[in-house]
């Protein structure tokens, strides 16, 4: 047993990226099914004991091919990997169940086990970026969930997911050559590609126009990945006509994965002090943050597909999150932490009730959806509250970690970022408000098909699994955000 | 700094300078491409010139590639080359994934050029019977 | 010896320059054809400078890949009704800015970098000396990018097979696309697209494809046992592996195949050499070693480390070759 704890860094990854291909040498879609789910609940649970550790104190050091850690490639779990690791499976998990259900049925049988080896090889790709400790295989990692991230994308029901996905792969490569660009300049004058060994040297060393070279293409390719404002272009189309179940496993994983890669870069590789503070780049993330929070509520409300308005809405709440990395403090960090963790929580909730209504109308079109509320009254009530959540109303998640983010800016004396959070906020308000309307009060413009058909169990069950971890958290928040703040407290050790 | 004597550091910088301007003609053919086949082309120097960098700073002078032999003493740095052979391969396999998106693009919209994409007039299936 | 150091930086500035104007042509043709050539070109020049700069291993996949596989790829998808549309031959002003912003702060950034072949840079000093040292010892192979690739960094290269496979699968997913509705699909016998059964009939063609063939193979073969001692390794004999696949299959001509390079053998064969990977790396992780530590494979270090680069290069070219047919394969269906 005690071998098993030792050898649980891998296995995380491991497991995923060995059963995807598994399920294509089956081809069987019944057995496939049954592998992505199994594969789901063994990895909650290695995270889940992943972060019984580190609660007590312990971090994780794995030594692949049993090469000691410069020369080799190692994998370091410690508080803050554990909460990223948590969040990201939890989301897997209820959308691995959801995705059985009948919001993507235009994938044809003989290609879902290609589909689900795909989708496994995402998750494998994510959990990999999170648990690795050396720079170049993170982004080899990036690359293999990037990858199946494109095949996912592309299976969409309407043809223009495939330019979604053609768009995204182009993009999402350049930012890929950045990152590796950055990487290899940090190599050129350290001599190593171990993160933490980087961290000492360049402390050491102290930096000079390559590293600062290297800062700056690592910022713009990972926030090319993470969605942040000005560099988004993709993840609205993406979002928006990838498969329901994709978008669900999307937004609560993807985009979340490569925030933290860009925290722990930041704070760790090229530490906080220099990058932050030595360098502009907190204003130029603050500023990002600032316009992403404002503008990106605009086009939700002028946008008149149902997922791609709550894909504009990701690129709100994730200027919310760059906001609190740029802030510099463990404060920042753990608001932002803790945002991540919330909006996963509630945007999964949105996407898997947007997968019900579109799979059971047919439609995507806001304006066709009117009077949808009568015939499919849980799908729109969790949409209902997971919208709350998204403005941040008093009593839902979202204003927890809104709450935090703000009082973190205060203690730093940038009080006047208020302004923003609340006037994005109420913007949000807004195109909630919009959905609300017609959902409920308008008349339907056009007959649906078929409004009555019953949501399935595989589609409730997640459903009403991550509502009610949301309305928990959003009343009692302690737990969360002590693990936040216990997260944030191990970047900045580590940091030291 | 460079020595000229013996002739062995005058490229000086002047690899990374070349690897810097094809990076930068792959970034202004992936921004300004409308054919989608270009703009893969592009990705694919812009890359390139990313491996120059790495494989550059492997290069010892007088070195020999690192392949271990009792007669050779000086070997170049093995390690961008096994970064950048990793990093090849990541970057056929990303051609051959939008190669294939644009066969299926050609065939959903009769066309490689995105601002025909955009002129079409879209034939979207707002409901499915 | 005469000068070495000269002939070495004639050859890296002169290729140099010639890189550089191909890439500026390569932005201001417009003719997808002209692209293509001028790409495959640009890979060769790349390919050569990869040998001067003592890459060897890498020049050898430079050569497959860029030359060989990309431009293959394109020419499949390029077609002649693909007229080129207007656009101006110099690109507009916004990526025109792009590019310079980009450009100067990455000039600015090599200030302060080590010159070309300096070797107290400090990307010589911390780990290259151990693998070049004491790599012999460790992994008991001559070949330092083979022992690094497949051993140090062996969980790396087991992402780059997983991320070939995927590549693999998504392209015969989306263009093996539309599945046929006559219920079937098991099972489905790849065929080589028809156009290429008039290539074949001519006898010269025929003939001296079909003596070339077992050299190829014969060749696949060396470069993969041999990756350990010299330049190759499972990457690039899975690639020459796969293309003498192809040459036979373009030589039984339109019709059914062999059994091997049916939809079913092809995915098959790329999951099999990932699976074979893990498979080491598990069977070093039950022998109570960490993952892909080949090391507790067998009696001494050196014979498990041997063991394990064997059969993990195996691995790779298995999934490298069945993606090689796989990609051909779809990327010639007629799509009529």
Redo the contacts between chains.
Sequence with gaps: MAQIINHLPILQVIVPLLLGPFCVVLGHRGLARIIMVTTAVIMLVISAMLLGGTLQGEVFIYQLGGWAAPWGIEYRVDGLTAFVLITINLVHLLASVFCLGRADDNIAASARPVFYCAWLLCIAGLNGMVVSNDAFNVFVFLEISSLSTYVLISCGRDPKALLAAYRYLVMGAVGATFVLLSIGLLYMQTGTLNITDLAGIIAIRGSDRTVVMALAFFTIGIGIKSGMFPLHDWLPNAYGFAPNSVTVLLSGTATKVALYVMLRFLYNLFGAEFSLIEMPLDTVLIICAILGMLLAPIMALRESNLKRMFAWSSVAQISYMVMGIGLGSTAGAAAALLHLFNHSLVKVAVFMATGVLIARTGTARIRHLGGVAHHQRFACYTLLFGGLGLIGIPGTVGFVSKWMLVSAAVDKGWWWLAIPVLAGSLASAAYIWRIVETLWAKPAEIDLCKPGAPIHIVEWLPLSVITALALWFGLNASFPSELAALAANSLADTGQ | MSVAGDGMAVPGLLNYWVAVGVLVCGLIMVVDSRNMVKKLIGLNLFQSAVFLIFITMGKVSNGSAPILDPAVSTYSNPLPHVLILTAIVVGVATTALGLALVVRIRRAYGTIYEDEIADKPQVEPEIIP | MP????I??VA??GL?AM??AT??L??RS?S?LT??IL?GI??LI?CT??VV??????AF??AA??VG??SI??L???KHK?E??L?SAW??G???C???G??V???????????????L????????P???GQ??QETGI????TS??A??????????V??????G???????A?E?RADGS?QHKVLTFPAGHSELIANPVLKMVLSRIIPIVILFALYVQFHGD???GGG?QAGVIFGAGLITYGLLCGPGKLPGLISE?GV??G???G??LY?AV??S??ICG????????LSDSQTAGQHLGIFLIELGVGMTVASTMVS?FI??NRD?G
Aim: aromatic share 8%; glycine share 10%; with cysteine.
């Design positions: 000068n070495i150091g000269l070495n930086t890296d500035i140099l890189l550089a890439a500026v390569m932005m417009q997808p692209i293509t790409s640009y890979s790349m400078l990869f700069l003592d890459a060897v291993d890498v996949t430079e890949v860029g596989i990309a790829l394109i499949c998808v390029i693909d080129p549309n656009q690109p507009s916004l990526s025109i792009l590019g310079l980009v450009g702060l990455a000039v600015l950034g090599t200030a302060d970098m080590a010159m070309y072949g300096d070797p840079a400090p990307v010589h000093q911390h780990l290259a151990r693998f070049l790599s012999p001559p070949n330092v990018v690094v690739l051993s140090y960094r062996g969980y790396d290269t087991l992402g780059e997983v991320v070939i496979f995927t590549a699968i998504a392209v015969l997913l989306l263009l696309g599945t699909g001692y010299g330049p990457f079913k995915i098959t790329m999951a099999l990932v699976l893990g790396g598990v070093a992780l070693g960490d993952f892909l530590d080949y090391s507790v990609l779809s990327f799509w």
